[in-house]
């Protein structure tokens, strides 16, 4: 979708192995919408995912892990996010600002308070018309990752993984913007239907002179 307003962002956020990369591929196809993932859409960004999740890479404090993926974000934006939103390009992002909030904030037990600040200034304010959380039990989660090879936070254990899901529904339950919560346990086309249920509601973009 284009336009000569402002794209829309929609962010699809779950925990590792909920399969929020296949909805939120699904939902750029049907909606003829930019694609993009976090952490690494960007040159930059690519090396900063292998210090965030590379297992061979040197041992990271989590304010440190949280400032390389506040770095990751703000290039994001800067080169790929921004510029596609300004041309009109609706955009679908495989994890944005949440994921910080859920992994660093409820997961590694930082200030969540602090780091809404960083991610605000990170982005420039930037935040999703809508969050797409697709919910999935920790377990079934874990089970789907099964035989592949665990980066480095997928490796933090199941009782890490169960603090992130909780903390997405924390944010899910208190956010100021539009949040849609989707069992993510069901085949992949009965998700999917239930993801373009939240996304055909949305409204054209409002003009904002201010982006």
Same mark, same amino acid.
């Given at each position: 979708?284009?336009?000569?307003?402002?794209?829309?962002?929609?962010?699809?956020?779950?925990?590792?192995?909920?399969?929020?990369?296949?909805?939120?591929?699904?939902?750029?196809?049907?909606?003829?919408?930019?694609?993009?993932?976090?952490?690494?859409?960007?040159?930059?960004?690519?090396?900063?995912?292998?210090?965030?999740?590379?297992?061979?890479?040197? +041992?990271?404090?989590?304010?440190?892990?949280?400032?390389?993926?506040?770095?990751? %974000?703000?290039?994001?934006? =800067?080169?790929?996010?921004?510029?596609?939103?300004?041309?009109?390009?609706?955009?679908?992002?495989?994890?944005?600002?949440?994921?910080?909030?859920?992994?660093?904030?409820?997961?590694?037990?930082?200030?969540?308070?602090?780091?809404? %600040?960083?991610?605000?200034? =990170?982005?420039?304010?930037?935040?999703?018309?809508?969050?797409?959380?697709?919910?999935? +039990?920790?377990?079934?989660? =874990?089970?789907?990752?099964?035989?592949? %090879?665990?980066?480095?936070?997928?490796?933090?254990?199941?009782?890490?993984?169960?603090?992130?899901?909780?903390?997405?529904?924390?944010?899910?339950?208190?956010?100021?913007?539009?949040?849609?919560?989707?069992?993510?346990?069901? +085949?992949?086309?009965?998700?999917?239907?239930?993801?373009?249920?939240?996304?055909?509601?949305?409204?054209?973009?409002?003009?904002?002179?201010?982006?």
């Amino acid at each position: 979708m284009s336009g000569g307003e402002r794209g829309r962002l929609i962010a699809l956020e779950g925990v590792d192995g909920c399969g929020k990369s296949t909805q939120a591929r699904l939902a750029a196809d049907r909606l003829g919408a930019l694609l993009t993932f976090e952490p690494g859409a960007t040159a930059l960004g690519a090396a900063l995912r292998r210090l965030v999740l590379d297992p061979g890479a040197p +041992p990271v404090d989590g304010r440190a892990e949280a400032l390389l993926v506040a770095a990751d %974000r703000a290039q994001h934006v =800067a080169e790929v996010v921004a510029p596609a939103l300004a041309a009109g390009r609706w955009v679908v992002t495989d994890r944005f600002s949440p994921s910080t909030l859920a992994y660093q904030g409820y997961g590694r037990g930082l200030d969540t308070s602090e780091l809404g %600040r960083m991610i605000d200034w =990170a982005t420039a304010g930037l935040s999703p018309d809508l969050t797409v959380l697709i919910d999935v +039990p920790v377990d079934v989660a =874990a089970t789907r990752r099964r035989g592949s %090879r665990n980066d480095r936070i997928e490796a933090q254990g199941l009782g890490f993984q169960q603090r992130v899901a909780d903390g997405y529904h924390r944010l899910a339950a208190e956010a100021a913007t539009p949040w849609l919560v989707v069992d993510g346990t069901g +085949p992949v086309d009965t998700v999917a239907a239930a993801v373009w249920s939240g996304l055909s509601g949305l409204d054209p973009p409002a003009p904002d002179d201010d982006r």
